[in-house]
Structure formats: structure tokens, C-alpha cells
């Protein structure tokens, strides 16, 4: 009898907000506030709507839409989509987006605020720098809260949250290196190199992830290779008398010592880690995620093509390939855990986040970089894939009702949704879309990672958005969420992403900074902390926040334009890039077929901020007059989205 109780109340409680609704408005039935109330449990159907007519055309704005198990399959959303023509009541017109409080918010950012503001992001990076220097360096990374110096677990190597990372190889220096030049400060990115070049090898008894090895090390070499090298760099003379090429050098040694994770594949997928001493280990496994062995074609080409030497952009792309050649019939997805030997896929969830961030990052730079329109091609058909099939919620960001637009975790091959998280990984997405000319999509997704910013003072490592609350709760300081709100404000200019910014900065200094630096969050509700900073927060963190800041930084005032590595670091795009020194790496093998070339890539990708102004300006033609306004997302698509996270 208990259920019949339930079922009393549950009626009890609907006719009640109706008759509050009524007095409170004087609309009766008819009103709509227009949220989405994600509860875990399956009530979707006595949302506030209260519609007469409960059609099947309204589902298709849901997050949950397609939810498999009975638990949430096809829950009617609570924002359908009104036409001009509806009596229906649209929620956007409880709020007047031109008075309320968000424009008050964030529609100007002084000039004075802003240089404070790069002032401070200055000094959290140099007090991380400085006590790393003063209490770690030569190990890898400073345990902030004790003020000591940390470096691969050696007594318990299953430790692979630490000994993916650790190399014993003075890993937070090298990564490093060109955050010193973004800031200015030639005397110590100078004394810095000498540092690397003096005291650190690469002929270490450490079995170390190649992804990471990869990113944080060979890219950050490489980097500094070509600004102290490169006349045409635009952050001065930065050169040192008598270097002989050594960063290049060691850059070479290290690829060379990642390279046996290439051998013994049959799919040519690497193995995802290495014993730089001794090579692959024997007891290594023969799976890797996506990302891992996806994500190594910008470093591993650039170094190929400073070199002369095909090796290692070879090895890199037939990687690529391998994996692509993978994906599904069905929805063009791929999975994020594949076995490197028999080519099945071990995870087949297929998301924008761990474990596959970087492979769609790296598709598009690597064409901009080299210019290869397989890359692209690529690129083009895998955002096609997202968009199809992992992007929920309404069509357009700015316009309609519905709930805003989100990518969710599917199965790469019937498309459905295996799970309600999202991870912190997938706030550098809003990135990749300004790069590729999407911005529209690229401000809603970071507005609703900027809520959760918002709400916790931090981005948990997992967000379940049926919940709202966190499934994961630590926060390692990484750098994704500015990356992007750097990224939209240099597409758009618009002062919101400064307040962003000025947010993150200020949350950082109140909940991660301790005696000796910037601490991991543990825990991002109470605040407690782990003694960790990882690398990433001053090669990127700190980057993308002093640079958000610095308008008149020499990477924002140089004719020459450059891109960011996937761990930040800062390369040229450049014609000598685009110029091989040997014939075609893959030729069709034996029973291959090409595919279609992508149609009408740009012609001229060393211009990427001018491709997207022009992609931008192109649309304005379509946008109505009411779209044009102060901020970057109507105040009331930020007000919903507040309270999709339980701001309010």
C-alpha cells in the first residue's frame, strides 16, 4: 500500500504547484518556467510544464534522450520547443536578458582590473616556480604542502597515477620552459635550458607512459628548441651563445627511447608504456586508450620534419590510421580503450573527454600544422560523428528552448547513452571548436562547464548531470576550462571570459594555494587537499590565465602565428612544416581504397584566427537583431543553466 501513498502525494504535490503558479502569475495551467529537473529517478513526466498535449516532437531536446535502461529512457524534457505562434507561456519571458543581474555581471572588465589581474596570475605562477626551484628541483614535481621535492614511486611501480608521470628527469623544469618566455623573463628561460642540458638524461631506469613523455617533455623541448633557434619568434632575443642544438638533441634521444612502443603491434597501435633503459616492459599490457596512442602525430611530425628524418611522424600516423580504421560502420565513433594486438575494442564508450580528448585535438592540428588533408578529412568526419551523436539538448545555443546543448558518453555503436557523468578533461573541448570555427557550440558548453566552476570553486574530476553533484571528486589544478575561456576571448573579445577568468584565479588563490605552492583539491565540496601540483599547472594553467590577461603579450602582437600543444606548449605554424623530405608515408596498400577528400578545406590554415572571424562574420548574415547582444549566451540560457547545477 505504500506505492498508492506515493502516487497520493505525488498528485497531492502537482496540484499544488499549480495552484501556485496561478496565484503567482495568473496563468493558470498555461505556464512554462522552462527547466530540466535531471532527478535520478524517473519523475521527468511531472515536470512543470503541465502541457495537455504531450507530443513525441519535443523529446529531441532532452539530455536524456536515449537513455537505454528503464531508468531513464525517453524522459520528456521540460523545455519543448514553443513556436512564435504558441498560447503556450515560454519562460523567457519571466526574465528581461538586457537588465538583470548576469549583464551587470559581466558586460565591462576595466582596464586597471585587467592588469591586476595579470599581476596576479604573474605571481601565482612564480610562486609555484620559485619553491619548485627552491625545495624540488632536480626531482619532478614539489609536494607543495610539505615543501619537498617528489619523484617516480620506485617502491611500488604499480603506481601509475605517479610513474606514468614521474621519470626521474626534472619533469616540472622542462615543462616549464616557454611559460618563462610568455611571461617575459629571457634571464631565467636561459638559465633554465642551461639547467635541462647540464643535469638532465634521459638514461633512466624508469618505465614512464609515452602519451605523457610525449606531451610534457619531448613537446616542451621541442618548443624551446625553435623559439631560441628561430629568428622570426616574437618574444626577442632569447638566443645563448654557444647553444649547439642541444634541446633538439635531446628531444631526438628521448623519441628514440619511446620508439620500441611502436614495435611488436600488430595493429601498429603503441604500447602505452616504456622502460627508457630497456624498452617495452615484459609484463606490459596490450591495451591503451585512445587518446594515449592517438595524440603523438604533432610532436613526433614536428620532430621529424626538424630532423629530416621520417621515423617517428611515420610510426605516429600509422597510429592514427590504425585507429580510425577502427571506428564504427555504424555511427563513425570510436571507442577510448582498444586492444593494440587484436584491434577489438576493450571500452566502447565513445565521449569528448579521458580518453579521447587529445585524438580529435590533435586531427585538426596536425593539418594546420602540416597541412595533410587526410588530417583533416579525419576531423572533419569524426565532428561530424559528435555532433550527431553525442551532442544532446537543443539545436541552436542561443536560440529555442530546451535544455542547452551538452555532449554525452554513448556506446560507439549504437549511439545510446552509457552513462550521466562528464568528466573535467572535456572542458578543453569549447577550445577545439573555436579552432575549427564553432564557436556558437563552443559558448554554451563552456558556460555550463563555467556553472560548475562556479558552484564547487573548482571542476570536479567527474560531474553527473542526472544528480547534479559530483561522481569524482578531486580537482588536480588542470588547465582545460581556461584553455577555453582563453581561446573564446580571443575569438570574441567579449569581457565575460575576463570575469571567467578572474573567477578561476580567484578560486585557485582561496582554495589551492598552501605553504608552498598550489595543491591538488582532494575533495572540491570540503576543500581538502592532496600534496601534489602536477607540471600542467604552470606550464598551462598559469599560461592561459596570464595570458587571458596580457593583451599586449608578444604572441598576441607577432605577424607570425603559433598553436598550442595539447599540454600547452607553443609552436610556430610555419612553412618549413609543411615541406617533406620524403615521398608519400602511406601509400594505398594492397586492396585499400581512397577515400573521399575532405571538400573545401582552407586554403590558408597559418591564418586560423582569421578563418574564424571570417567563419563568424559569415553567419552574422542569419542572425536576427534580437541575437545581438552583450554577452556571449542570453542571460537567460545562463540563468537556466545556473540552475541545472544547482546554483539555485
Known sequence: MQWRSIVVGLVVLRLSLSCVVWLAFGLGHNVSWGFNFPLNFNLQTLDLKLFKDETEAF?????????????????????????????????????????????KRYNTFPDT???????????????????????????????????????????????????????????????????????????????A??????TVSFDKDSTVQVFEANIRILGSLISSHILLTDPKHPFGDVGIEGYDNELLHMAHDLAVRLLPAFENTIT???????????????????????????????????????????????????????????????????GNIVNIQTGQWVGKQSGVGAGMDSFYEYLLKSYILFGEKEDYRMFQAAYESIQNHLRRGRESCNEGEGDPPLYVNVNMFSGQIMNTWIDSLQAFFPGLQVLSGDVENAICLHAFYYAIWRRYGALPERYNWQLQAPDVLFYPLRPELV?????????????????????????????????????????????????????????????????????????????????????????????????????DLFPLEEGETPEDEPQNPPSNTSNVRLRILRKSTDECGRIPDARRFALPLKSVYMRQIDHMVGLF
Open 59 to 103: 523529446k529531441g531536446n532532452s539530455w536524456s534522450q536515449r537513455i537505454p535502461s528503464g531508468k531513464y529512457d525517453e524522459p520528456r524534457t521540460s523545455c519543448p520547443k514553443i513556436g512564435e505562434d504558441s498560447p503556450q507561456k515560454s519562460y523567457m519571458n519571466f526574465y528581461d536578458g538586457n537588465k538583470d543581474e548576469y549583464v
Open 113 to 191: 582590473l585587467k592588469a591586476q589581474m595579470k599581476a596576479q596570475a604573474k605571481d601565482m605562477f612564480y610562486f609555484g616556480y620559485d619553491n619548485y626551484m627552491k625545495y624540488a628541483f632536480p626531482e619532478d614535481e614539489l609536494n607543495p604542502i610539505d615543501c619537498r621535492g617528489r619523484g617516480p614511486d620506485v617502491l611500488n611501480p604499480s603506481n601509475i597515477n605517479i610513474n606514468d608521470v614521474l621519470g626521474n628527469y626534472s619533469l616540472t623544469l622542462i615543462d616549464t620552459l616557454d611559460t618563462l618566455l610568455v611571461l617575459g623573463n629571457i634571464t631565467e628561460f636561459q638559465r
Open 193 to 198: 635550458v642551461k639547467l635541462v642540458i647540464d
Open 268 to 334: 601498429g597501435i603503441p604500447y602505452p608504456r616504456v622502460n627508457l633503459k630497456t624498452g617495452v616492459p615484459a609484463d606490459s599490457i596490450n591495451e591503451t586508450c585512445t587518446a594515449g596512442a592517438g595524440s603523438l602525430l604533432v610532436e613526433f611530425g614536428i620532430l621529424s620534419r626538424l630532423l629530416g628524418d621520417s621515423t617517428f611522424e611515420w610510426v605516429a600516423r600509422r597510429a592514427v590510421r590504425a585507429l580510425w580504421s577502427l571506428r564504427s560502420k555504424e555511427t563513425g565513433l570510436l
Open 483 to 583: 584553455e577555453s575561456t582563453y581561446l573564446l576571448y580571443q575569438a570574441t573579445k567579449n569581457p565575460f571570459y575576463l570575469h571567467v577568468g578572474m573567477d578561476i584565479l580567484q578560486s585557485l588563490e582561496k582554495n589551492a594555494k598552501v605553504r608552498c605552492g598550489y595543491a591538488t583539491l582532494h575533495h572540491v565540496v570540503d576543500k581538502s587537499k592532496e600534496d601534489r601540483m602536477e607540471s600542467f599547472f604552470l606550464s598551462e594553467t598559469c599560461k592561459y590565465l596570464y595570458l587571458l590577461f596580457d593583451e599586449d603579450n608578444p604572441l598576441h602582437k607577432s605577424e607570425n602565428k603559433y598553436i598550442f600543444t595539447t599540454e600547452g606548449h607553443i609552436v610556430p605554424i610555419d612553412q618549413r612544416f609543411r615541406e617533406k623530405q620524403w615521398e
